[in-house]
C-alpha cells in the first residue's frame, strides 16, 4: 500500500495482486513482450467490474500507457512497467514536465509538446514553468517473473535512479520494491531528479561528443 498514492492506484494493485495474470514470453524481444503486457494489463482492468469507466488509454500519444479516473473525476497519468528487476529506461519528458510543472494538457497542445519534444525546448520548459503542485506522474510497476509482486509509484517518489548517458535516467526496480515510496522536499526531488539526474546525463553525453565534434569542425568543407 502506498498511503501517498490516489485510492484508485491503490486498488488496481490490490486487483492485480489477486489476479491470475502473467507475463508474455511468446518473443525472443523483451521490449515488443513488455508492449503486450502493457496491453494485457489494461484490457485486464478495464474487464473488471470495479474498474467499469475508470481505465482509458492515454490522451497523448506516448504520454503513459493508461489514464485512471478517480472517484472524485481525477484523472491520473500511468505509466505500465514490466521488468526482471533491473535498471529499466524510465525516461519521460512528458511525464517529468507533469510532475514537476503545472503546465495543463491544454498547454501542452499550445505548446506543442509532444513525445518528440527537443530536448532543449524540455529544459526550458522545464526550468521555466517548474510548480510544486499535488500532481504527480505515475508508474505501476510489475516483476516479469511474478505479477503479484506490484507497486505503484510517483516519480516523484522515487529512491533509486540510475543515471545512463545513454538512456538518460532509469529506475533500478528490484531495490524500489523493497523500500517505501521516497517523501522528500520538492527542491530536493527537483534537484535529484531533473539537475542532477535528466541534466547530468546530457552533460555526461555530452562530454563524449567533443572529440567528435572538435573533429568535424577542423575538417568541413569548405
Not at 129 to 136: F, G, I, L, S
Request: charged share 30%; hydrophobic share 35%; proline share 2%.
Amino acid at each position: 500500500m502506498n498511503s501517498q498514492a490516489p485510492k484508485i492506484l491503490n486498488e488496481i494493485v490490490t486487483a492485480i495482486k489477486g489476479s491470475n495474470l502473467t507475463a508474455v514470453k511468446e518473443n525472443t524481444e523483451g521490449r515488443v513482450n513488455s508492449k503486450k503486457d502493457e496491453d494485457k494489463i489494461i484490457a485486464w482492468l478495464q474487464a473488471q467490474p470495479k474498474f467499469q469507466g475508470k481505465i482509458k488509454n492515454s490522451v497523448l500519444r506516448s504520454f503513459s500507457d493508461m489514464t485512471v479516473i478517480d472517484y472524485d473525476n481525477t484523472e491520473y497519468v500511468v505509466n505500465i512497467k514490466t521488468s526482471k528487476g533491473s535498471s529499466d529506461n524510465a525516461f519521460s519528458k512528458l511525464g517529468l514536465l507533469w510532475a514537476f510543472t503545472d503546465l495543463s494538457l491544454e498547454d501542452f497542445k499550445k505548446h506543442k509538446i509532444a513525445a518528440k519534444i527537443s530536448d532543449d525546448k524540455f529544459a526550458e520548459l522545464i526550468v521555466k514553468y517548474k510548480k510544486e503542485t499535488d500532481r504527480d506522474y505515475w508508474y505501476l510497476s510489475l516483476d516479469k517473473k511474478d505479477f503479484s509482486h506490484v507497486i505503484v509509484r510517483g516519480v516523484k517518489q522515487i529512491n533509486y535512479w540510475g543515471k545512463n548517458p545513454t538512456n538518460n535516467l532509469q529506475i533500478q526496480w528490484g531495490k524500489e520494491h523493497l523500500v517505501e515510496p521516497l517523501s522528500d522536499k520538492f527542491e530536493n526531488i527537483f534537484y535529484n531528479v531533473i539537475i542532477d539526474g535528466a541534466f547530468k546525463c546530457w552533460e555526461d553525453k555530452a562530454k563524449q561528443w567533443r572529440y567528435a565534434i572538435d573533429y568535424r569542425s577542423k575538417n568541413q568543407i569548405k
